[in-house]
């Protein structure tokens, strides 16, 4: 995994052995940023009312 030239995109690639190509998938720095804070805000609020 890298990151894009502009910063924004994390661009994942890898090898297809079968009919030798390779794979480019690019993901949204933003959309990544995002699914962390949801996680984390269940795992801290379920902290809250746990304690």
């Known amino acids: 995994m890298i ?9 994942a690639y890898g090898r297809l052995a079968g009919p030798d190509w390779y794979l480019l998938l690019t993901y949204p720095k933003s959309a990544i940023a995002l699914s962390a804070a949801k996680s984390a805000s269940w795992v801290l609020t ?3 009312i746990a304690s």
Do not use: E, F, I, N
């Open 46 to 48: 379920l902290g809250a």
């Open 3 to 11: 990151d894009s030239p502009d910063g924004r995109q994390v661009v």
